[in-house]
């Protein structure tokens, strides 16, 4: 079935460092991805989406770009603060059914200043 | 604006009791509805979604159903909770046209 991997944290960084989340998926065709982002004591909220082969999902200085060949949605962004600090997830829209959302189990990111 | 109400934010109930958990969105109408619980550890675990009133699917079988007796409410409920009924459970509706999910703040579960 469906289902989005991502890599176990929490990852704990310096004030500015590079931050890479990794996420890998399976899915048949072509999936929508996303990275949402939970703050502490608050519900997920979109960080950004892709929803086509090559294409870059942009937002807060965070990247991430849509691999088909490699079946991967990394999470970047070049310079962290302590305000990055919350859990991030992954998630895959299946091409079958828009209707649907499958969510990774989370990376918790600790951004120490 | 679109918002979303959850409630309560915390619960504590003993096993065997019955549960129902209400989510009500406004400003939008007949969004897609959704049941998410992100058990301790774990991540995010799809247990229901609904396309309209009335209409219900059921992603895990398990202790839990759902309802949508009115277009922007929705319902979880059990008849006898377990243990492992314990978990955050978040409702989410979707924005059609931009694949995007908006999420209530939750309720904290603990089942004992």
């Known amino acids: 079935g469906d289902s989005v991997t991502q890599m176990e944290g929490p990852v704990t960084l310096s004030e500015e460092a590079f931050l890479t989340i990794n996420c890998t998926y399976t899915?048949?065709?072509?999936?929508?991805l996303f990275w949402y982002v939970q703050y502490p004591g608050e519900g997920l909220q979109l960080l950004l989406k892709?929803?086509?082969?090559?294409d870059k999902g942009s937002n807060k200085g965070f990247e991430a770009t849509y691999r088909k060949e490699t079946t991967s949605f990394h999470l970047e962004k070049g310079s962290v603060q302590v305000s990055d600090s919350a859990v991030y997830f992954c998630?895959?829209?299946?091409?079958?059914?828009?209707?649907?959302?499958?969510f990774g189990s989370g990376t918790k990111l600790n951004v120490k200043p | 604006s679109q918002t979303i109400h959850q409630w309560p934010a915390t619960l504590v109930q003993p096993v065997g009791s019955p549960l129902s958990l209400e989510c009500t969105v406004e400003?939008?109408?007949?969004?897609?509805l959704y049941w998410y619980r992100q058990a301790a550890g774990r991540g995010l675990q799809l247990l229901f979604y609904?396309?309209?009133?009335?209409?219900i699917s059921s992603e895990v079988p398990q202790n839990l159903s759902a309802s949508r007796p009115q277009d922007r409410q929705f319902i979880l409920s059990s008849k006898k909770l377990l243990l492992s009924d314990s978990g955050f459970y978040l409702c989410?509706?979707?924005?059609?046209?931009?694949?995007?999910?908006?999420f209530g703040s939750g309720t904290q579960l603990s089942v004992l």
């Open positions: 899915a048949t065709g072509y999936p929508s």
């Open positions: 609904s396309v309209g009133i009335g209409q």
């Open positions: 400003g939008t109408s007949n969004p897609n």
């Open positions: 892709a929803t086509k082969a090559d």
């Open positions: 998630a895959l829209s299946p091409p079958y059914n828009f209707n649907k959302f499958y």
């Open positions: 989410a509706w979707l924005s059609r046209g931009h694949e995007k999910l908006f």
